[in-house]
């Protein structure tokens, strides 16, 4: 495996364990995720002002503002919607319903960017769904049900998540570095007027310490070095490693066995991105 699978695998690994360090965080998903995005951007602001990148970020902010105040927004939803679903459900449903993401993603760029959607598209979106409401079924139907609404807060999250490959086609051009800094920061002063009303919690600064420098920092780039040196398909391939370790961590830390039909239900999720990912490819 060469130098770049290697670092990929460990970014999916890394981000594998979110909803471990998300729980013990003591926050809210909103904090989890105001956290992440704010600490993230500060770490970011100096290595970009060093780099003498700072400037041109700034340049592209003012050249896009309304791009990159949606793709900011959608990557604040995505993580305050995913974080919500860990502290409501297990991390085993919220990270395979999360995994619906690359099929939605399919049907957004069919329906608003005008691309084919052929037969085997339409099949992996069919039993993308299948699988997912074999999870939800395996619940009470009902708002009232914790479980329920954690499996509605993670779809939500997919769908928030699955706009951000869509939005970012009107960022090429960008280079990564001044990418991740613009929708950090972006992401942040959306979410501040919410954090400002909101009793987010109590922090456990450590975790947080590792939510932002592991996760967010660490793992990101890991991963947006990994992706210059292997193929697109290969990245995808190792992108699998995120949700079943995840579900590995939760069993060795708090001991969840997934149900039955989580288990069948989240290998059609997985089945369904791994068909699109083959006729992509």
Request: hydrophobic share 55%; no cysteine.
């Amino acid at each position: 495996m060469n130098r770049g699978k290697v670092q990929i695998a460990l970014a999916m690994l890394i981000w594998g364990s979110v909803g471990i360090f998300g729980r013990l965080s003591g926050l809210s998903g909103l904090g989890v995720a105001f956290a992440r995005v704010s600490l993230g951007a500060l770490v970011l602001l100096p290595l970009l002002s060093l780099r003498g990148k700072l400037r041109n970020a700034l340049g592209e902010l003012r050249k896009r503002p309304y791009h990159m105040l949606a793709l900011g927004t959608a990557l604040a939803l995505n993580w305050v919607f995913l974080f919500t679903a860990f502290n409501y459900t297990s991390i085993a449903n919220a990270v395979l319903v999360y995994y619906t993401a690359p099929v939605l993603a399919t049907l957004i760029s069919w329906r608003f960017l005008n691309e084919r959607l052929d037969a085997g598209k339409v099949l992996s979106l069919a039993i993308a769904f299948t699988g997912l409401l074999l999870i939800a079924s395996s619940q009470r139907i009902s708002l009232s049900d914790r479980d329920f609404t954690g499996i509605v807060f993670a779809f939500l999250g997919a769908l928030f998540y699955a706009l951000i490959p869509n939005l970012g086609r009107f960022m090429r051009g960008v280079d990564g570095e001044s990418l991740t800094f613009l929708q950090l920061a972006v992401a942040s002063v959306v979410l501040i007027p919410f954090v400002a009303v909101e009793n987010v919690g109590s922090p456990v600064w450590w975790a947080i310490a590792v939510l932002v420098l592991l996760h967010t920092v660490f793992a990101l780039y890991l991963y947006m070095d990994g992706l210059k040196k292997v193929e697109v398909k290969d990245a995808s391939l190792l992108s699998y490693l995120d949700p079943l370790s995840a579900i590995v961590y939760a069993f060795l830390v708090f001991g969840e066995v997934p149900g039955v039909r989580t288990v069948i239900g989240g290998a059609l999720i997985l089945l369904a991105s791994a068909i699109d990912l083959a006729r992509g490819s």
